[in-house]
């Protein structure tokens, strides 16, 4: 390209534009040509599709470009990075790029993922010298009959076996094989090996398409097997020996209607669904079982699955479901491992293990038994969706460490005989508590009580030593003399209004509070059990109202203080109601630390020798707001009065404050202390009075 250029005094200026412009335009095509990052899509990735699905090579050494796009929910091609594998590099190694090259005879997978999806390529190496052996009709017949296969001779056990015709036939053993590779597939119609009382036994092979397994003897696997789709079926057993790897994945099911024992490795590495009918899944003690995918096993009509081994969820960002229809159970002894997306076990007999990692979650849906040895080694949830039973025994006791609580299971969320402490965290959104046992939330627990539907605790004691956090849409039912209380570290935080009563089965319900309750927030804390205070209650805002029994002890202070504004402070109150005792023997605090406070205390109430109110009086308001009323006629004062007296200026000559207020009260403060500048105390049925 030539660019020329015009020196006339009257053209220079606009030439000069024109060249920018078009150098200009230069770089930002060389730029683009350049760029090889692709522009994220925000769009979530619905599938994967890998091109070619299936391929064959003839020699070491072949290269083979595989291809994938992620497609999204309206067919839409989303930009993405893969991640490429194979399920043997011995068989075919992928680059990650998708560059696929021969390493080795047999069969494997290549698997492309992205955000948790996958696809799967059936891949086959055919080697000279080393010739598959192929079934050459689609009729059924006789393993041990050479004119049934291509070659002219029997399958030997160096060889690599085919059964790839389209139909429906039967290839029976009479006798026990030994064979490199079994290839038994094709797209169309059901490819049936029948093992009758035999053993066959394999180095690799693949399973796909309508392949029928059908062992009525053993099938052994000792080295990489790949399921991607078919049956499995049989009264026998097929066994995963120890150092092999059974892959499955492919296809959209697989079917297993024999009994399988893993001594190996059994990969989900997409998201197929493997369903057990009447048959069983052991995993044995040494074995592992990975969900490299979101993958799930369901077990049912009989079906049967057993863990004693390690059971993994390394991939996938979504579910992976293990469900046994009852009355059967999911039995683990073993080692359960959640490091990315949820497992979730459906009523499940659980022992052993479990470790949940950060941002992972295991979830418990149906009725799981929970056993006291179970370790739990978490750092990230156990979601309970359905219930769990605590032990078989009373006493017996469990330890979990963060758990969710959000079940629809009504009374039977938690239950059971047993114990159960809670080390770090419970978020309890729904569900309910009962059984004869304990709960303890240890010292470093934060438990948060979230959401509006009703929750229930029913016979249970609840012992919380950490934080306890609930808020305004709080709806909590105590029946069957549940109780709760809070140890001498604990912390209970709530904010605005909310609702703590007794249910219908009515027992001794009680809340106490050895630490601290802070109330925060507009509205009513209404807690209708009994409520015992030996630690410290602050109300902050709004109004406590209890309609049980009430007992502030003499270790007990409650606190009236915490905002400063104005239009709030009458706003604070603690009232007592329906109740048939309620006792003031320890502390009141009103304005602590000189924040405005006026606290009413409403309803009948007695009051002990050990009571004791401190004030504070600010000099500095322009109108006297700290106070402590009895609304309630006839309540008596006893014990002593501390005031203390702030603020810079001293009131006039002739200021009253009347810093505690009856109806009609007949008894008296023993002593009242450091009324300071006011000279004046007057105690009469109205309560007392300071006079300048």
């Given amino acids: 390209m030539s660019i020329k250029l015009c020196y006339r005094k009257n053209m220079r200026t606009y030439n000069l534009m024109i060249l920018g412009m078009l150098l200009l335009t230069l770089l930002v095509i060389n730029c683009s040509e350049d760029a090889t990052d692709p522009i994220p899509d925000t769009n979530p990735i619905e599938v994967i599709e890998i091109d070619p699905t299936s391929a064959n090579f003839t020699a070491l050494g072949e290269i083979r470009q595989f291809t994938a796009k992620a497609i999204d929910g309206n067919g839409g091609i989303v930009s993405t990075s893969f991640t490429w594998s194979s399920s043997n590099d011995q068989v075919v190694t992928i680059s990650p790029s998708g560059r696929a090259e021969a390493t080795g ?40 009959d050479p004119t049934n296969w291509s070659t002219g001779t029997v399958p030997q056990p160096e060889d690599t076996v085919a059964i790839p015709l389209n139909g429906t036939y039967t290839v029976t053993l009479t006798e026990d094989v030994t064979v490199k590779s079994l290839l038994l597939g094709a797209p169309e119609g059901t490819q049936t090996l029948a093992t009758e009382s035999q053993q066959l036994t394999v180095e690799s092979g693949q399973l796909s398409g309508g392949a029928e397994l059908l062992v009525d003897g053993t099938v052994i696997i000792n080295g990489d097997f790949d399921w991607l789709q078919g049956e499995i079926t049989g009264n026998g057993t097929a066994e995963v020996t120890s150092g092999a790897t059974f892959h499955v994945g492919g296809g959209q099911e697989a079917v297993l209607r024999a009994n399988l024992i893993n001594r190996g490795t059994f990969e989900f590495i ?52 293990i469900y046994v229809s009852p009355p059967e159970m999911i039995i683990n002894s073993g080692y359960i491992a959640v490091e990315q997306g949820t497992l979730s076990l459906d009523d499940c007999d659980l022992d052993g293990v479990i470790d949940v990692s950060t941002g992972a979650q295991l979830e418990l849906t149906g009725i799981n038994l929970i056993h006291p040895s179970l370790l739990d080694k978490s750092e990230g949830e156990i979601e309970i969706r359905g219930g769990i039973l605590l032990g078989e025994q009373a006493e017996e006791m469990i330890e979990l460490n963060n758990v969710v609580l959000n079940s629809t299971v009504l009374n039977n969320s938690i239950s059971g005989p047993g114990d159960l402490t809670i080390t770090e965290s419970l978020s309890w959104r729904s569900g309910d508590i009962s059984g004869p046992g304990k709960i303890i939330f240890g010292g470093l627990a934060e438990v948060v ?4 539907i009703t929750k229930k605790i029913s016979e249970r004691e609840v012992y919380i030593e950490g934080s306890f956090e609930t808020e305004s849409l709080l709806n909590l039912s105590l029946s069957n003399g549940a109780q709760i209380t809070f140890g001498p570290f604990s912390e209970w935080n709530h904010s605005g209004a909310g609702t703590i009563r007794r249910g219908s089965e009515v ?7 050895n630490k601290m309750l802070r109330k925060m927030g507009d509205g009513n804390l209404s807690i209708g059990v009994d409520f015992i205070c030996a630690g410290e209650m602050h109300i902050e805002e709004g109004t406590l109202f209890v309609q049980g029994d009430f007992e502030l002890q003499s270790t007990g202070t409650l606190v009236a203080g915490g905002t400063d504004i104005w239009n709030e402070y009458l706003y604070r109150r603690l009232w007592v109601s329906n109740t048939s005792s309620a006792i003031l023997a320890g502390t009141i605090e009103v304005d602590a630390n000189g924040e405005l406070a006026y606290l009413s205390i409403l309803g009948p109430v007695t009051i002990e020798p050990t009571f004791r109110v401190l004030i504070d009086i600010d000099n500095n308001d322009p109108i006297p707001a700290e106070r402590l009323t009895f609304p309630t006629s006839g309540v008596a004062l006893d014990g002593t009065l501390d005031v203390n007296v702030m603020g810079v200026f001293p009131p006039p000559a002739g200021a ?21 500048v006011f000279t004046t105390i007057q105690q009469d049925s109205l309560g007392v009075l300071l006079i300048r």
Wanted: glycine share 16%.
């Fill in 105 to 144: 005879s047999g069969s494997a997978m290549i698997v492309v993922s992205a955000s948790g999806k996958a696809d799967t390529s059936q891949v086959t190496v055919h080697l000279p010298g080393n010739p598959t052996v192929s079934w050459i009709s689609a009729t059924s017949g006789n393993w041990s």
């Fill in 270 to 321: 997409s998201g197929i669904q493997l369903n057990i009918i009447g048959g069983t899944f052991e995993n044995e003690a040494g074995a592992v079982i990975d969900f490299q995918s979101d993958a799930s096993l369901y077990a049912i009509n009989g079906g049967d699955f057993t863990n004693s081994g390690d059971l993994l969820k390394t991939g996938g960002n979504g579910i992976s479901y």
């Fill in 656 to 676: 009253q404050y009347r810093v505690v207020s009856t109806i009609d009260g007949p008894g008296r403060f023993d002593s009242i202390n450091g009324a300071g």
């Fill in 449 to 452: 009580v979230e959401g509006s």
């Fill in 507 to 513: 027992g001794l319900e009680k809340i106490t509070i």
